[in-house]
């Protein structure tokens, strides 16, 4: 009998467990089609006069896509930009199919994926400030003029935000099971690949979930306790000699512009200019490298024995 009961206890904990998945994806499935409907509904007068307001961007990126739909050859980016996959021109053709090829239909995507992203936010603020996720939702279906421009165009804007908060809600995932579960990293690893893939420029979402994995571990928090700031000034006060805090500095100031060297081959770089002058340039990805290794050199020659 005991056996009985524990057997039926099991079943009814699975069962209430998928009845709550089947409650979440309805309310995804429900609520996501809502946000579309409702923001089409809005943008009707763009949605309208799509012809006359299909930016030059959408115009080049929809006529390779066209070509594809037509049967053409197979690419993964537009010929414009190899930056940017053809995702969100891929989205169009179900769109082709429902309402025919024109550009209404190239158009919608963009819509769609508004509202997707709308829908991910709303969980990404419930995890937050639970009260908030409803004003998020109507203030993100009124927002300014400007972002509904924006949003309006299928140039791939709300897609990489829609993947950007589905990469932090994998994260928070992975955080949430202590990476015990290997579908919740892959499904963040796939995330990151794809929105690479989207947009190379999303690794900046992926730098902040790379950021947020230190800050958050335990062994950035051991290492913080030790290094506070208490603890680096005794130690450069012991620092017997001149030369010897002033090596300090001086590595202090490398390990800074090795973080702007890394900076600089991953976003591009920036530049410190006085006067016409490089001071800290790594723009050009050859200098940082060479002013690097001119920094090294210097430090070992001022000071050997503790290298």
């Known amino acids: 009998v005991s056996f009985t009961k524990i057997g039926n206890k099991k079943l009814g904990e699975r069962s209430m467990v998928l009845s709550s998945k089947y409650k979440i994806i309805v309310f995804n499935l429900i609520g996501g089609l809502s ?3 409702i923001l089409v509904a809005l943008r009707f007068p763009i949605l309208a006069n799509s012809d006359q307001l ?8 929809a006529y390779q896509i066209l070509d594809l739909y037509n049967g053409g050859p197979i690419f993964f980016y537009y010929d414009v930009v190899k930056y ?10 179900p769109f082709f199919w429902i309402l025919e090829v024109g550009a209404l239909a190239f158009k919608l995507p963009a819509t769609l994926f508004y509202a997707l992203y709308i829908l991910s936010t709303y969980w990404l603020v419930k995890k937050i400030q639970p009260r908030a996720a409803w004003v998020v939702i109507l ?9 509904w421009w924006i949003t309006a165009h299928n140039g791939g804007v709300s897609l990489i935000c829609f993947l950007g908060n589905l990469i932090f809600l994998s994260f928070l995932k992975v955080k949430e099971t202590g990476a015990s579960k290997a579908s919740y990293v892959f499904l963040l690893g796939f995330l990151v690949g794809f929105a690479i893939y989207t947009f190379t420029y999303s690794i900046v979402y992926i730098g902040s979930t790379i ?4 800050l958050s571990s335990s062994y950035f928090l051991n290492t913080r306790a030790k290094y506070s700031k208490k603890n680096i000034v005794s130690w450069f ?3 017997k000699g001149v030369l010897r ?3 300090g500095i001086l590595d202090v100031f490398i390990l800074f512009f090795i973080f702007t060297t890394c900076f600089s081959y991953v976003f591009g770089g920036f530049g410190i200019d006085i006067a016409g002058y490089s001071v800290l340039q790594s723009n050009a990805l050859h200098k940082p490298l060479v002013q690097l290794l001119v920094l090294v050199v210097f430090r070992v020659c001022l ?5």
């Open 211 to 214: 950021i947020l994995f230190v």
């Open 84 to 93: 940017f996959g053809i995702f969100n021109g891929l989205i169009a053709i």
């Open 237 to 239: 006060v012991r620092q």
């Open 245 to 247: 805090k002033f090596v």
């Open 303 to 307: 000071l050997r024995q503790d290298v």
């Open 35 to 37: 946000i579309f409907f």
């Open 54 to 61: 299909l930016s030059s961007d959408e115009a080049i990126f």
């Open 139 to 147: 203030l993100m279906i009124f927002p300014s003029p400007t972002i």
